[in-house]
């Protein structure tokens, strides 16, 4: 017998509740009496898509599209899971054919815009976001993701005219009040702080929007010198992301310590000595001066400034897949040959980045666990190693929601302990790699700035270009909206946050000292 209609029609109400738990198994159930119907398996890959299960929603949604390639919805939340999983070039695909089968939706436009957005293709990016603001101009959305591309252009003027505008129609909308904060350079009044107090009296708030809120409220307070509400402001919105992640600080530890075993041996002689000399690896704990010396070296007119770029990972984790095993597993076998085919991988999915310029930085903050795989596949390229007081370090990320969440920093004890692997790593490359490692505080940077911009460039082989000296001046795409307005104002000595809230960072400050 044919499962009932009805089965559906339940289905599809709880997902117009946002109630993904409850229609998955209704749709289970017609599905085992229907396999392959194509409106059930739709409206399971969308409960997948809502749920974050978005590795569950491909195939279904896969099927779907094979079945009915005009399907637009199909189309869209396929390329919305493949997005979220890094299948980019097939997610645009998807996204685009929605766009083509129905040009007259803003969200299939805005949907396109945040995926190329998060591929750095910010021209495109606001061109999909127009058409969506063209179609309607209240789409809060849209609106406020071509405000973050205009943060990333260093357009802050457009950017804050943008979250406003959003936040006039909606003044609850958690991601309008969270890019207006995140700016840093705008201060919030002590209205804004009122209307994000009242935003988080709503009930039902989803648990996302309640956090965007929180990160926000805090700095809104932290803008009126109210330190001690600020600071329980954070420690809740931490709190609040807590749940919504996971992190296992045993097991992370325990992958430093197998790195460290498999690169503790002698190195051998690379292929090809030279391979890579275009390269710059900036790495570093976030929050720790990383965006400013890109700005100083993408000043440079032989430099060109990629951003976090996720292909030093990528080119490890399919190398794991093809072996079967996962790093550092097998690299203690990779043999010269093997390193130069990497690096060679590598050179090849970065050469868009050297279409202009002879050389490139690549500052990702998840590379530094990855250095001794790095000097193998590219022993011609330089390293520097930015870094920053600790205290200072740790409390930055404890106060700063990161776009791609670092599930340590929502907890300071849990931040303390990542710290200290990451000190007793870097220490390990520095001691292992000293010629071709520069080890580059931050405090000494802003204290001395042209001292040690005169050492970097002397370190990366470049001529001296006074333009490095003045960085806030360089105009370019700095795509850590965490980072992308503060960089464009003058090299300043006065960076520390932490002396408001020494009181309440004591228990952090002597976890780090021990």
């Given at each position: 017998m044919p499962p009932s209609p009805a089965l559906l029609a339940e289905a599809a109400q709880a997902l117009n509740r946002r109630q993904p738990e409850a229609a998955m198994p209704l749709l289970e159930r017609f599905l085992a009496g229907s396999p392959g119907a194509p409106d059930a398996l739709f409206m399971l890959g969308l409960a997948h898509v809502m749920r974050g299960t978005s590795s569950n929603a491909i195939p279904l949604l896969r099927q779907v599209v094979a079945q009915q390639p005009q399907h637009a919805d199909a189309h869209m939340y396929l390329g919305c899971a493949l997005q979220e999983i890094g299948g980019f070039d097939e997610a645009l695909r998807h996204l685009?054919?929605?766009?083509?089968?129905?040009?007259?939706?803003?969200?299939?436009?805005?949907?396109?815009?945040?995926?190329?957005?998060?591929?750095?293709?910010?021209?495109?990016?606001?061109?999909?976001?127009?058409?969506?603001?063209?179609?309607?101009?209240?789409?809060?959305?849209?609106?406020?993701?071509?405000?973050?591309?205009?943060?990333?252009?260093?357009?802050?003027?457009?950017?804050?005219?943008?979250?406003?505008?959003?936040?006039?129609?909606?003044?609850?909308?958690?991601?309008?009040?969270?890019?207006?904060?995140?700016?840093?350079?705008?201060?919030?009044?002590?209205?804004?702080?009122?209307q994000i107090r009242h935003a988080l009296q709503r009930p039902g708030i989803p648990p996302d929007a309640r956090v965007l809120l929180g990160f926000s409220l805090y700095r809104a307070l932290e803008d009126q010198h109210d330190y001690a509400d600020a600071f329980a402001a954070l420690r809740q919105a931490n709190d609040d992301q807590r749940r919504l992640v996971t992190w296992d600080a045993a097991r992370e530890h325990a992958a430093i310590d197998r790195i460290m075993a498999a690169f503790r041996g002698v190195q051998p002689a690379p292929v090809e000595p030279e391979?890579?000399?275009?390269?710059?690896?900036?790495?570093?704990?976030?929050?720790?001066?990383?965006?400013?010396?890109?700005?100083?070296?993408?000043?440079?007119?032989?430099?060109?400034?990629?951003?976090?770029?996720?292909?030093?990972?990528?080119?490890?984790?399919?190398?794991?897949?093809?072996?079967?095993?996962?790093?550092?597993?097998?690299a203690g076998a990779a043999t010269p040959a093997d390193w130069h085919r990497l690096g060679r991988d590598y050179l090849a999915r970065t050469t868009r980045w050297r279409e202009q310029r002879p050389?490139?930085?690549?500052?990702?903050?998840?590379?530094?666990?990855?250095?001794?795989?790095?000097?193998?596949?590219?022993?011609?390229?330089?390293?520097?190693?930015?870094?920053?007081?600790?205290?200072?370090?740790?409390?930055?990320?404890?106060?700063?929601?990161?776009?791609?969440?670092?599930?340590?920093?929502?907890?300071?004890?849990?931040?303390?302990?990542?710290?200290?692997?990451?000190?007793?790593l870097s220490t390990f490359w520095l001691a292992r790699h000293p010629q071709h490692i520069l080890d580059f505080p931050y405090e000494t940077l802003v204290q001395e700035p042209e001292t040690q911009i005169r050492r970097l460039l002397a370190f990366c082989e470049l001529p001296f270009d006074a333009a490095c000296l003045t960085p806030h001046r360089t105009r370019r795409e700095v795509l850590s909206t965490a980072s992308a307005a503060q960089v464009r104002q003058p090299i300043h000595a006065d960076t520390a946050r932490s002396v408001p809230y020494q009181e309440w960072l004591h228990p952090l400050r002597e976890k780090l000292a021990r």
């Amino acid at each position: 017998m044919p499962p009932s209609p009805a089965l559906l029609a339940e289905a599809a109400q709880a997902l117009n509740r946002r109630q993904p738990e409850a229609a998955m198994p209704l749709l289970e159930r017609f599905l085992a009496g229907s396999p392959g119907a194509p409106d059930a398996l739709f409206m399971l890959g969308l409960a997948h898509v809502m749920r974050g299960t978005s590795s569950n929603a491909i195939p279904l949604l896969r099927q779907v599209v094979a079945q009915q390639p005009q399907h637009a919805d199909a189309h869209m939340y396929l390329g919305c899971a493949l997005q979220e999983i890094g299948g980019f070039d097939e997610a645009l695909r998807h996204l685009g054919a929605a766009c083509e089968l129905t040009p007259q939706r803003p969200a299939v436009w805005y949907n396109l815009g945040k995926a190329l957005k998060e591929q750095a293709r910010l021209d495109d990016a606001a061109g999909a976001f127009e058409r969506a603001l063209a179609q309607d101009a209240n789409h809060a959305l849209a609106r406020i993701g071509r405000a973050d591309v205009a943060t990333m252009r260093g357009d802050i003027e457009r950017a804050v005219a943008d979250y406003r505008h959003v936040l006039q129609l909606q003044p609850d909308r958690a991601e309008a009040w969270h890019g207006l904060a995140n700016l840093k350079t705008r201060a919030l009044d002590a209205t804004d702080a009122e209307q994000i107090r009242h935003a988080l009296q709503r009930p039902g708030i989803p648990p996302d929007a309640r956090v965007l809120l929180g990160f926000s409220l805090y700095r809104a307070l932290e803008d009126q010198h109210d330190y001690a509400d600020a600071f329980a402001a954070l420690r809740q919105a931490n709190d609040d992301q807590r749940r919504l992640v996971t992190w296992d600080a045993a097991r992370e530890h325990a992958a430093i310590d197998r790195i460290m075993a498999a690169f503790r041996g002698v190195q051998p002689a690379p292929v090809e000595p030279e391979l890579g000399r275009e390269v710059i690896f900036i790495v570093s704990m976030p929050r720790s001066g990383s965006t400013l010396v890109e700005h100083i070296l993408a000043s440079h007119p032989e430099v060109e400034g990629a951003n976090e770029i996720p292909d030093l990972a990528q080119v490890i984790a399919d190398e794991s897949h093809r072996r079967g095993q996962p790093f550092p597993g097998w690299a203690g076998a990779a043999t010269p040959a093997d390193w130069h085919r990497l690096g060679r991988d590598y050179l090849a999915r970065t050469t868009r980045w050297r279409e202009q310029r002879p050389r490139f930085t690549d500052k990702n903050v998840a590379n530094w666990p990855l250095l001794g795989a790095a000097r193998r596949m590219l022993p011609g390229a330089k390293i520097i190693h930015c870094h920053r007081d600790p205290v200072e370090t740790c409390f930055s990320c404890y106060r700063q929601l990161f776009r791609h969440g670092l599930h340590y920093s929502y907890n300071l004890d849990e931040m303390a302990e990542r710290y200290r692997d990451y000190e007793r790593l870097s220490t390990f490359w520095l001691a292992r790699h000293p010629q071709h490692i520069l080890d580059f505080p931050y405090e000494t940077l802003v204290q001395e700035p042209e001292t040690q911009i005169r050492r970097l460039l002397a370190f990366c082989e470049l001529p001296f270009d006074a333009a490095c000296l003045t960085p806030h001046r360089t105009r370019r795409e700095v795509l850590s909206t965490a980072s992308a307005a503060q960089v464009r104002q003058p090299i300043h000595a006065d960076t520390a946050r932490s002396v408001p809230y020494q009181e309440w960072l004591h228990p952090l400050r002597e976890k780090l000292a021990r």
